[in-house]
């Protein structure tokens, strides 16, 4: 069983590092994102364990800050894009890959396009919740000319609709990418 696994997770970093062409999607595209990302896919590694991995140094010797600060500058690159994330709290903070990176790392070696931060459904859907808030607001301030109560608990009950909506997809994206 843990042999199956060591030869799954070798295999996962060989596409890795021969589908760098597809990483573009992605924007990774140096090697040192690539080489973070397959030692992240082997399991949580802190920034400290990642400079010791990749460059051979350690914390004793002369060039390990350097190569530390260009780690950690890499890392938080990766972590706008939402591949990467740790912990908030505590001292020694892990970093691991994020489910949105798993799912885009697999769909490496097929032809699935990459998966997206904020697909274009999300982003329709916070537009339509946005739209119907708008007509409320203005006709809470007296802007629009009597408009009938029918037609304003209409709106309200299209924007709580709306609004559960983009709140479950906001959810599911926070939990995608954290």
Known sequence: MVR?????IEDLRIKVKEGVSKL???EVGNELSVEI??????GRRTASELVEEIYQVRSSDEGFY???ARVRREI??????GLVSTNVLGRNRPYRLTDLAVINLA???GESKQMPV??????LIYLATAASLIP??????GRFIDPSEMVTLGLFGLFCLLLGASLTRFFQTLRRVF
């Open 4 to 8: 199956e696994n060591a030869d799954g």
């Open 24 to 26: 573009r999607g992605l």
């Open 37 to 42: 990302l397959s030692r992240l896919a082997e």
């Open 66 to 68: 350097s190569s530390y």
């Open 76 to 81: 938080r690159r990766l972590e706008s894009k």
């Open 107 to 109: 769909r490496i070696g």
């Open 118 to 123: 904020l697909p274009p459904i999300d982003i």
């Open 136 to 141: 409320l607001l203005f006709g809470s301030m």
